[in-house]
């Protein structure tokens, strides 16, 4: 039987190393907020059943205006309010899902490609979890606190970890249970499942995905759009 599966798009943070008054994730990137380019990418996808936008409380409602604007306003997609951390805001947009499945993913990487998005679904869909990665390119140190190396790891078994991140519905929100019990706070959702002793898997995306963090990061977004509409 197919499986039927779920995102949950969380776009509630307030961008503070971006320094800009809006939030980064409704700045515009030709003509339309970043988190829309994003929603974009997983309207694509017609597997996916449910979408949820999750966004801070005050935006909610400009938010679903400019899903509306876009075109996007079909009866997969739903605006809910977030909470103080990323990992609060996940869990806020999970309770809204019944699917079996569930992609979790940054509203700021709006560059992620359909077809990365599809083979961690399908990872997940075979593994019970599965994350999109690529393998890091610098040699990666261990610092302590007085600025000194401490260790070098080796770095063929190292990836930098992206999003979407792919689980059974099911473990990702017993997984948020157990840290919200245990006061645990983790920086991806893989994190929490890895808790609960589950295998995830990694699957290989692009360096482009990038996650848009730092005022520079805007300058790349602009010009990775401008190639996208060259093409
Ligand atoms: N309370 C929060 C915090 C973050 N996010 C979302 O999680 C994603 C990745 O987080 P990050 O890049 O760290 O965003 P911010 O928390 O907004 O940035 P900063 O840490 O610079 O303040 C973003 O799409 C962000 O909107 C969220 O939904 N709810
Ligand atoms: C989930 C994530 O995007 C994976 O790289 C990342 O861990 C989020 O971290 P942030 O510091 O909250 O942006």
Known sequence: MTKSWGAVIVAAGRGSRMKTSESKQFLLLQDKPIFIHTLEVFNRIPMIKDIIVVTGAPDVKRCEEWIKQSGLHDHRTFVVAGGKERQDSVYAGLQKLETDYVLIHDGVRPFVQPDHIEACMKAAEQFGAAVLAVPVKDTIKQVSTDGMITATPDRSSLWSIQTPQAFRLSDVIEAHKLAIESGFAGTDDAMLVERLGRQV??????????????????????????GEREQ
């Open 201 to 226: 898997k990694i699957v290989e995306g692009s360096y482009t995905n990038i996650k848009i963090t730092t005022p520079e990061d805007l300058d790349y977004a602009a010009f990775m759009q401008k």
